[in-house]
């Protein structure tokens, strides 16, 4: 009889626990009815969690298990990942057989708003069994995702996903995403007889780091981006080392090819697909250094994306013949101007669109406060003195400025006899944040959206509309 009560006390201890444990603790687990369990992952979840994913991101029923997305899945439970560790992703399973039923996990990301950084989550494959969809387990899932979030300090999460989906869990989309470009391989000029290539492609090595690192930068700068992607070196070596990174076998990581000239002086870069699973070659970055022409680069570099695509992998038996070369830079780039007068660019996708959540809204504001104060500064309201209350009718913010110093930000509910100067249905005012939207353009699709007077003049000086590239770190 004792040792039945010793079991239950201390079965009571660990429910009290696990009630009163934070849900970002790697430790957390929850039952959620129906014997499934919520908790974090750990090393050993590499299998079923790869089986899991293998099943789920398949694009048709009849296909065999998703391979290449295993590896990812080990790469990230394997504690050498620089963006993950082992306790990364939130799962939901089968107390009974131990199955994973659905699942999502959160990549580190660091973004930079002009010259602020921006610690980011990511959440990723968020996936769930058909025959457990509906159950409302993602939602739970994303309460872990967003509690880890805030442990790591990530002002903002982002995500790259289907259509709706993640508004339900409070994302606005808020950040360009795609734009993309194609070449069809019919349409590349062939070189003149007895001409010799001026330009090669050949794989990255560790020994090109620096290099590669610095055409990354220069890409953005070219690309007069607001928001970019961080990639510092910890990646590229995750990317570039044989024994200590990657698996090349991962379908979602880049390879890196340098442009190389004649006399064997790396050039610029091209950050290509691993593995290709449909038609196209994708190419997610190209950059050149400072001096070097990228008209007279890019003849060179479509020979030599036709012939990296003939030594890719491919995703699955049935992946029919290359047919383009698809240059996924977003809406903006400066090889689509270099390749305009040489060969036929055709708009595959109009740019669609990150998902964004800030679930501190006032503590964002404040880290970018520098960047609003220079804007004011450059703007015909330099030296602003005031306050910009926004209403987002189910709360708001409120900053005041003086002399053109933000010097005060707060979360904020426009009171029964008080006034706004501005207002934005909840979560829109995230895309003029990130600059997507100009006002004017979230005025004249949305007819809650509104400003007064000089508030309209200063909104669109500390938000104006500006072009972004982020790139997806995994």
Known sequence: MASSVDAAEQKDKQTNETATMEMSDPAYRRELGDGLVLRWSTTTDAERLGRFYSIVFRDRPEWPPNQPITYWVQDMLSGRHPLIDEHGFALVENAATGEVVAATCLINQTWEYEDIALPVGRPEIVGSLIEYRRRGLVREIFKLIHARSAALGHLAQGITGIAYYYRQFGYEYALELGGDRAVALSDIPALAAEQEEPYTLRDATLDDLPTLMTLYEHERERANAMVWA?????????????????????????????????????????LAAHIRWGANIPVWSCSVLPGVSLVDVAPSLLHGLRAYGERMVIGYAAVPPIARIRFELGSQH??????????????????????????????????????????????????????????????????????????????????????????????????????????????YILPDVWADGASETLLGILFPKRHSVVKPME
């Open 230 to 270: 961080r990639m510092d070196e910890p990646i590229w070596r995750w990317v570039l080392d044989p024994e200590q990174g990657m698996n090349p076998a991962a379908g979602e990581y880049f390879h890196a090819l340098m442009i190389v000239d004649r006399a064997g002086k790396s050039v610029g870069y091209i």
């Open 334 to 443: 400066p090889l689509y101007d270099a390749l305009e007068h040489l060969v036929r660019l055709s708009l595959i996708e109009p740019p669609y669109a990150w998902y964004v959540r800030v679930p501190d809204l006032p503590a964002f504001i404040r880290t970018i406060a520098p960047v609003l104060e220079r804007r004011l500064a450059n703007s015909v309201m330099a030296g602003h003195t005031g306050e910009l209350a926004l209403d987002f009718y189910r709360g708001g913010l409120r900053m005041v400025f003086e002399q053109g110093k933000l010097v005060f930000v707060e979360d904020w509910r426009i009171p029964v006899w008080g006034k706004a100067q501005a207002g934005f249905p909840p979560l829109v005012f995230l895309q003029m944040l990130f600059g997507r939207r100009s006002l004017s353009e979230l005025q």
